[in-house]
């Protein structure tokens, strides 16, 4: 399983914006990669994906708001959040997965980092 760890969480207030980084143990060119979060008390969901191609798919409320992306000689993945919301408050965990499926379906993948805590207050 490939290695990942994450950098970049901290606090902000409302509409305010960061930038998550994960760092892969090895070339990500045959994975597809993805952001997924977990607020407390309730179950971890997709944020983001992008797969091997390039496509990209968003969770309906972080659409326009959030970019995905990633620099596969750097092995590196990105998330760019903008337009911070109280609701976007959560334990944020990069994911990677050699798969196929265009889902944000946390079962497709099987190498996850430690996560890194996002907390925006109003």
């Known amino acids: 399983l490939v290695q990942l760890v994450e950098s970049g969480g901290g606090s902000v207030q409302a509409g305010g914006s960061l930038r998550l980084s994960c760092v892969a143990s090895?070339?990500?060119?045959?994975?597809?990669m993805g952001w997924f979060r977990q607020a407390q008390g309730k179950e971890r969901e997709g944020v983001a994906i992008?797969?091997?191609?390039?496509?990209?798919m968003y969770k309906d409320s972080v659409k326009g708001r959030f970019t995905i992306s990633r620099d596969n000689a750097r092995s590196t993945l990105y998330l760019q959040m903008n337009s911070l919301k109280p609701d976007d408050t959560a334990m944020y965990y990069c994911?990677?997965?050699?798969?196929?499926?265009?889902?944000?379906?946390?079962?497709?993948?099987?190498?996850w980092g430690q996560g890194t805590q996002v907390t925006v207050s109003s």
């Open positions: 992008i797969t091997v191609g390039g496509t990209t």
């Open positions: 090895e070339l990500t060119y045959g994975y597809s």
């Open positions: 994911a990677a997965g050699q798969t196929n499926r265009y889902s944000l379906s946390a079962e497709n993948f099987g190498s």
